[in-house]
């Protein structure tokens, strides 16, 4: 994929909800196109829905991009920025594309059933381009006041997409869009594209539920005299069953999944891989991510979402984390034993949390697993003197070998029951030193310790 010379970005979420991973992948094939091409990645609140926008769910998106590594450049609220809307919507009316209507729903609704019985599609039939001024002033007299749609030119609005490739939509069976409700408030679509051009936007990643969109902005775009960003719509996430996503499913929300314990990491490879050609694989960065991901690779099928899939993805991520990252993660977590530590025990952990059961292992106390006295008794008694190091594991166990005759799981088995009270593990040899003679030496007595 050749760079492309720093392009600006946005995400555009809706304050009504938190992020799931769903709409977290807009977010992250921004960002990742932002980083890999050093482009600037703006944030921006489409908070034109009044009633459903909330500033706690903006503050919490904020929180949800931080944890996944998405640092904004610039944010921007959609409800600032209301008088470049009407600036925009004011020229839109003055050059005759944007026009009064004052149907109401339940007229809509029905003037679309019986086109729907006539075997006619249900576009909107432009009455109100045909109102005279006499029956405009009646409306206003009758206190109704007007919603606004947008004059669509019928012909088809072509594009090349950064997934699709070629992409095309007959403007001709749309209806024309209503970008101003009878209230006087936004709908999504204008604001979005005067915010694009303000913001200088030149690539738009979104998702293909947007498909349609793009070609009546295009044409919104044409009308203001701009220039139309590159656009690219990537596939939606359904559930491993198939079901769409919707932010009713909280178990799915990137707070719950940081919650359940999940790699940010994890959750971004698994977002920007899952249902493209590329395979789904651990990484240590989202930089390195960034250079994984190509757009043109992301399948035009939806992709499915599998929890197991994240649970197996997020326990290689954190297998193969390196010290430094995990170095201030153990700190806060109380817990020392630095890289040895880490080394040790990393590829036995599912998710990091787990580590804390190893430090106790090592630090705490465990209660030992003893089947055979004697012949615990005959493995300290060979135990070499002095501190435990890295030599210390192959000297003991052939010692132990030489004297009881075991080998094998019949040699390490008690030796791992007895020290750790578990039948599973990591190697236990860079464990030694860790624990220390002393609390190896009363572990095989058979005391809690
Ligand atoms: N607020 C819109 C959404 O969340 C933004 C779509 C876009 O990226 O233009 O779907």
Known sequence: MALIPAPTV????????????????????????????????????????????????????????????????????????????????????????????????????????????????????????????????????????????????PRQVAWTDLVRGDAHVDCASLSDPVLIRADGGYLYTLPSVVDDLDMGITHVIRGEDHVTNTAVQIQI???????????????????????????????????????????????????????????????????????????????????????????HLNARVVQQMPWEAAAPRLAALGIGGGEAFWLAIRGNLARLSDVEGWWRIVAGEVEPVVEDRDFLAAALASLPEGNCDAGTWKLWTDAVKATTGAKGKALFMPLRRALTGLDHGPELGPLLPLMGRDRIARRLRGEKA
């Open 10 to 153: 946005r995400f555009a979420p809706s304050p009504t909800g938190r992020l799931h991973i769903g709409n977290a992948r807009p977010a992250l094939f921004n960002w990742l196109f932002a980083l890999r091409h050093g482009g600037r990645f703006i944030l921006r609140f489409d908070d034109t829905d009044k009633e459903r926008s909330t500033q706690a769910f903006a503050e919490g998106i904020a929180e949800d991009l931080g944890w996944l590594g998405v640092a904004p450049h610039a944010v921007f609220r959609q409800s600032d920025r209301t008088a470049l809307y009407d600036a925009a919507s004011d020229r839109l009316r003055a050059s005759g594309r944007l026009y009064a209507c004052y149907e109401t729903p339940d007229e809509l609704d029905r003037r679309r059933k019986r086109q729907l019985a006539r075997g006619l599609p249900p576009i909107y039939d432009r009455a109100g381009l045909r109102l005279t001024d006499a029956e405009r002033a009646a409306h206003a007299a009758e206190g109704r006041a007007p919603h606004w749609r947008f004059l669509l030119e």
């Open 221 to 311: 775009i044409e009308a203001l005299g701009g220039t139309a960003p590159v656009f690219g719509h990537h596939n939606l996430l359904t559930t491993a069953s198939g079901e769409g996503l919707s932010k009713r499913l909280g178990h799915l929300s990137l707070a719950s999944l940081r919650d359940a314990g999940m790699e940010p990491l994890a959750v971004a490879a698994l977002a920007v891989l899952v249902g493209s050609a590329d395979a789904v694989r651990p990484v240590d960065s989202l930089d390195e991510l960034a250079g994984l991901v190509d757009l043109a690779h992301v399948s035009r099928a939806p992709a499915r979402f599998d929890e197991a899939e994240l649970e």
